[in-house]
C-alpha cells in the first residue's frame, strides 16, 4: 500500500464545482465532468469525503480522501491479484453410490463435533441394507454407515442404524469406503449448523456432495429454503483402490 499527500502545486487541487474552468465544465457549459471528484462536496461543510476507483485487472484498487474540495488529498493504492479460476465438480447424478439425507441436521452435526480437533482424514464408510441384514452369526456386520475420524491420538467411529428417524433417505448401490481431509469437511460446519437438513452424496469415484437446507428471512417478512452445496475430492489412496 502506497500513499501520498498533496497540497499546493506538487499536484493540482480540487476545486469547487462553481469554479470549474471552461474546459471542465460539460457541451452546456454549465455542469461540471461528472468524473471531477468536486461532485462529492456539497455547500461550505467540512466533511471527509472518499472515492473509490477500480479500472480492472491489473490494476490497483485506489481510495481518494479529502476534508474538502479545496484542501489537502490523500491518495492510497492496494494492489489487486488476480483470482485463482473456480474449479469445475460436476456431480454426475447417473453415478451415485450412496444418497442419504438425515431427518435433521443435528444427527451429522453431533457426528463431526465428537471427533478429535486433531483428526487429519474422515472415512465415509456406507453398504447397502441387504448385506448389513444378511450377515451371518459370528461374522462382524458390516456398518450401513459409519463415519471414521483417524488423527495422531487414535481413530473413532460412530454406526449409524437403519431409522427412518434418522437417516429419512438412505439409497446405497454397492459397498464403499472414500476418506477426505478433515479440514476440507470442517469447512462446512458453519452451514451445518444454521441448517435444517442435509443431504450427502457420494459418486462412484468418490466425489462427495454435501447440501444444507438453511431457512433464510424473506424482505417482506416470513421464511424460505435456500440451499448450500459443498463437494470435496476424495484423497487419492482410496480412488486407486
Given amino acids: 500500500m502506497s500513499s501520498s499527500s498533496s497540497i499546493g502545486s506538487k499536484h493540482k487541487q480540487w476545486r469547487r464545482a462553481d469554479d470549474a474552468s471552461d474546459d471542465e465544465r460539460g457541451d452546456d457549459g454549465g455542469r461540471p465532468n461528472a468524473n471531477r471528484i468536486d461532485q462529492h462536496f456539497g455547500g461550505n461543510e ?3 469525503s472518499m472515492r473509490l476507483t477500480y479500472a480492472g485487472p491489473g490494476h490497483p484498487l485506489t481510495l481518494v480522501l479529502a476534508e474538502d474540495s479545496s484542501g489537502p488529498t490523500t491518495t492510497c493504492e492496494i494492489s ?3 483470482s485463482e479460476p473456480n474449479l469445475e465438480l460436476p456431480f454426475d447424478a447417473e453415478q451415485t453410490a450412496l444418497k442419504i439425507i438425515f431427518k435433521s441436521s443435528f444427527w451429522l452435526r453431533d457426528a463431526l463435533s465428537e471427533l478429535d480437533p486433531s483428526c487429519e482424514k474422515i472415512t465415509l464408510i456406507a453398504n447397502p441394507v441387504a448385506d448389513v441384514q444378511s450377515a451371518h452369526r459370528g461374522v462382524p456386520a458390516k456398518p450401513l454407515f459409519r463415519i471414521q475420524g483417524t488423527g495422531a491420538f487414535g481413530s473413532t467411529e ?3 442404524p437403519n431409522d427412518r428417524e434418522v437417516l ?3 439409497e446405497c448401490s454397492r459397498g464403499i469406503s472414500f476418506s477426505y481431509r478433515f ?3 470442517s469447512r462446512t460446519l458453519r452451514a451445518l449448523q444454521n441448517s435444517t437438513k442435509t443431504s450427502l452424496r457420494l459418486e462412484q469415484e468418490g466425489l462427495l456432495s454435501l447440501q444444507f437446507l438453511v431457512p433464510v428471512p424473506r424482505p417482506r417478512g416470513g421464511m424460505s429454503d435456500s440451499f448450500i452445496e459443498f463437494r470435496c475430492l476424495a484423497l487419492d489412496d482410496d480412488v486407486a483402490q
Wanted: charged share 35%; net charge negative; glycine share 0%.
Fill in 183 to 185: 479440514a476440507h469437511i
Fill in 46 to 48: 467540512k466533511r471527509t
Fill in 168 to 170: 429419512e433417505t438412505f
Fill in 158 to 160: 460412530m454406526d449409524y
Fill in 80 to 82: 489487486t491479484f488476480d
